[in-house]
């Protein structure tokens, strides 16, 4: 599931919730209004009224009035969207009142760069670091209360980000750059889905954001900056020889081999990742062999063919390899 109505605190979602919360209540309480008016004006007989207060007054003072506040109120929540820097809508109006700098100052020591790139059918994710970064594909992973920045691309067809409890939607333009802001101050794991037809498998074109405790976060981003680890028994150096043998490495990177494709996503820590094949399954050794001699099954149409030159050893000391590459 994935309601628009449970936002995480703390994030941009959150303050999109308050702006609809507040709409709907705004326009709801101008609804009734209107229709005692209308309800008095029908059954409280004939009386004489005062056009001229009635149409200055309701037609050019109260809309005007609402409509301007509103107009404010609903700038003041894009400005704190595009600024995102966790501080409360409150807090950056005052900003904009007093002219306060403190929402760019916090802008410029935001460390956290991750590039996601659409492509058919699944996100590739790269976590830009000085002296290199890392890749892995359809889950994002951010400390609680720190925004990172996302920069948004595509490789073949626009796409659309959508994260529903984080954010609002962003697409993804072919010869275009997007940014977005995550930010969460509450653990948790938000699915995300493709939110813009991009072909066959765009329902199945999901994605996990984990949203940990800083020292977690910190251990996971230093276990994926590392190359893979060698196999350190028989059977799983039997899944290593697989992989090559069935060419799994012309479309596949696993940092620390060979294997430099970049057709598919990067599995250099495939074992840490929370599901497969874009948030379709969980990620576990049973589903690992199911995907790679079955992906047709699962998602028909995917650009990752199904592998039948494995026999049954094989397929499952392959699994145990990727498994373990953690
Ligand atoms: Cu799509």
């Known amino acids: ?25 705004g326009c709801a309480l101008i609804f009734v209004f209107v229709m005692v008016l209308l309800a008095r004006a029908v059954f409280s007989g004939p009386r004489t009224v005062r056009p001229r207060r009635w149409l200055a007054g309701g037609g050019l003072v109260f ?19 595009a600024n995102f820097s966790g501080q409360g809508l409150f807090r950056f109006l005052l900003d904009c009142i007093s002219g306060s700098s403190r929402s760019l ?6 460390p956290l760069r991750v590039e996601v790139t659409g492509r058919q059918w699944w996100w590739q994710v790269r976590y830009i670091e000085d002296g290199g970064g890392f890749e892995l594909a359809n889950e994002i992973r951010l400390p609680v209360g720190r925004p990172i920045d996302l920069v948004l691309v595509t490789d073949d067809v626009i796409h659309s980000f959508w994260v529903p409890a984080l954010a609002g939607k962003v697409d993804m333009i072919p010869g275009r750059v997007n940014r ?27 994605l996990l954001v984990v949203v940990e405790p800083e020292a977690d976060f910190a251990r996971w981003r230093e276990e994926q900056s590392r190359p893979a680890s060698a196999p350190d028994d028989e059977f799983l150096a039997l899944g290593r020889d697989a992989f090559f043998r069935a060419r799994c490495g012309e479309c596949h990177t696993v940092r620390g081999t060979s294997a430099t494709g970049k057709e598919g996503p990067d599995l250099t820590h495939i074992g840490s990742r929370k599901t497969l094949g874009a948030a379709v399954l969980d990620n576990h050794i049973g589903t ?36 373990n590459l953690k």
């Open 63 to 81: 809309p005007g009035v609402v409509l301007s506040l509103l107009l404010v109120y609903s700038l003041a929540v894009s400005g704190a969207l």
């Open 180 to 206: 977005l802001t995550l930010k969460s101050d509450v653990p948790g794991e938000f699915l995300g889905n493709c939110a813009e037809y991009c072909g066959g498998q765009h329902a199945l074109m999901r």
């Open 105 to 110: 100052a916090a802008s410029a020591e935001r």
């Open 1 to 25: 599931m994935q309601p628009t109505w449970e936002p995480a605190s703390g994030s941009g979602a959150a303050l999109i919730q308050e702006l609809s919360l507040t709409l709907y209540i």
């Open 288 to 323: 690992l062999g199911g995907w790679i001699a079955g992906t047709q099954a699962v998602k028909p149409g995917s650009l990752m063919p199904d592998t039948r030159s494995l026999n049954g050893r094989e397929l499952r000391a392959l699994s145990a390899w990727l498994e």
